[in-house]
């Protein structure tokens, strides 16, 4: 069990640019969470994924944003035209399917900068 | 909606030495689970302790252990002989039916020697 992993851990772009983040889940897991984080605030959620399918996403997931979990697995979190308020951590988190089911644990997360 | 609350932005502990961290929550809900986070300066959210609302008897984690008060909608953390390592931003967190964390805005605690 590796835990959940996050790539790139750091990524600066300038504004207007399109990036993409990766998760990799805990391997027997298979629900998936997104969340943002600010600086000095907690946590919070974007969208949820459980299998491949999407199943809640949060108003703050605005049109620019879009997540994907093709397979079930891995997922990618892509924002498009980034704005300099897309500035934050953006943390994945997973859970499992049978035991424990509400304990989600968290990856390193992606520290975007938007320039 | 669910709320979480935490109210000290900002605590200090000496080494050894014991420190509360305290968290209130709102929620409709009868089935939820409590939890408290750590995320240490530059590194990744640590799971630290979990309680079932179900579930009377309060959690402990070796040198962590909670008060949980179901009526009181509280939900506070000890932190027992207190290591340097602790040092981190304490998050509390609910959730419920949906399958979202809702968080407070985090308790940032420093041990000192």
């Known amino acids: 069990d590796t835990g959940v992993s996050q790539d790139p851990r750091h990524k600066i772009t300038k504004r207007g640019q399109n990036v993409t983040f990766r998760c990799d889940p805990i391997?027997?897991?298979?629900?998936l969470y997104w969340y943002r984080q600010t600086l000095g605030q907690g946590p919070e959620f974007l969208t949820y994924?459980?299998?491949?399918?999407?199943?809640?996403k949060s108003r703050l997931l605005s049109d620019r944003f879009s997540a994907e979990r093709p397979k079930g697995s891995f997922s990618t979190l892509e924002i498009q035209r980034t704005e300099q308020g897309d500035s934050a951590m953006y943390l994945c988190?997973?859970?499992?399917?049978?035991?424990?089911?509400?304990?989600?644990?968290f990856g390193p997360g992606t520290r975007l900068t938007v320039l | 909606a669910q709320t979480v609350t935490q109210s000290q932005p900002e605590m200090s502990v000496q080494e050894a030495e014991t420190v509360t961290l305290s968290c209130t929550y709102d929620?409709?809900?009868?089935?939820?689970?409590l939890f408290w986070y750590k995320q240490p300066p530059s590194r990744q959210m640590i799971l630290v302790i979990r309680?079932?609302?179900?579930?009377?008897q309060n959690a402990t984690e070796n040198r962590f252990s909670v008060n949980f008060q179901k009526a009181a909608k509280s939900f506070s953390l000890k932190i027992s002989d207190s290591q340097l390592g602790d040092t981190a931003m304490y998050f509390c967190?609910?959730?419920?039916?949906?399958?979202?964390?809702?968080f407070g805005t985090g308790t940032r605690l420093q041990v000192t020697l």
């Open positions: 994924f459980q299998n491949e399918a999407q199943l809640e």
């Open positions: 988190a997973s859970s499992g399917q049978y035991m424990d089911t509400h304990t989600q644990y």
């Open positions: 967190a609910l959730i419920g039916t949906a399958s979202k964390l809702t």
């Open positions: 929620t409709s809900e009868n089935n939820y689970y």
């Open positions: 391997s027997e897991h298979n629900r």
């Open positions: 309680q079932e609302a179900y579930k009377q």
